[in-house]
T-cell receptor
């Protein structure tokens, strides 16, 4: 089925380790986003991209990096993992602003624990 | 003041009751209003969207937008246990970079 695919679904990291959360979409969406969701805190935007080669910071970018080399893929890199990065991470994509506002399509999430 | 306010308090209702959820917002440029539903351990999925003020109905769900009061609502009639989920409001302006402003979400539990 078309949509947003996130891998892995679960991961436990030790403090100081690094990892990449993968995100791929097959809907030819230009816009892609990374959010983290903590209990009772809603969705917080980490980074977003408006197209291949273009990325920008969201509300909470510290400790993360992204790249967008293709339209389909938008990986999120965690360097030197800290317990504060324990969260559920969601990737999302959307079509361009000129299209009808169908909103975002979300992936199923990556549940990350840093110990 | 946050752009979007949504009281995240959990809501428990008996099966068949009407569920009423709402959000307030501060940015008068918002024109598109959406409700997402998120089941436990899943990603949010778009439930309904409306443009500008007015009502929109889809089966048991009704979305209302009152731009003069900067207030949006979602009503679920004849609630079912399968409606148990977290509901997030979201909204954005007509122009800009397509970024949505989200509420914190309301957890709804429908008790059989």
């Amino acid at each position: 089925n078309a949509g947003v695919t996130q891998t892995p679904k679960f991961r436990i990291l030790k403090i100081g380790q690094s990892m990449t959360l993968q995100c791929a979409q097959d809907m030819n969406h230009n816009y892609m986003y990374w959010y983290r969701q903590d209990p009772g805190m809603g969705l917080k935007l980490i980074y977003y991209s408006v197209g291949a080669g273009i990325t920008d910071k969201g509300e909470v970018p510290n400790g993360y990096n992204v790249s967008r080399s293709t339209t389909e893929d938008f990986p999120l890199r965690l360097e030197l993992a800290a317990p504060s990065q324990t969260s559920v991470y969601f990737c999302a994509s959307s079509s361009t602003p000129l299209d009808r506002p169908y909103g975002y399509t979300f992936g199923s999430g990556t549940r990350l624990t840093v110990v | 003041q946050k752009e979007v306010e949504q009281d995240p308090g959990p809501l428990s209702v008996p099966e068949g009751a009407i569920v009423s959820l709402n959000c307030t917002y501060s940015n008068s440029a918002f024109q598109y209003f959406m409700w997402y539903r998120q089941y436990s351990r899943k990603g949010p999925e778009l439930l309904m969207y409306t443009y500008s003020s007015g009502n929109k109905e889809d089966g048991r769900f009704t979305a209302q937008v009152d731009k003069s009061s900067k207030y949006i609502s979602l009503f679920i009639r004849d609630s079912q246990p399968s409606d148990s989920a977290t509901y997030l409001c979201a909204m954005r302006a007509l122009s800009g970079n397509n970024r949505l402003a989200f509420g914190k979400g309301n957890q709804v539990v429908v008790i059989p």
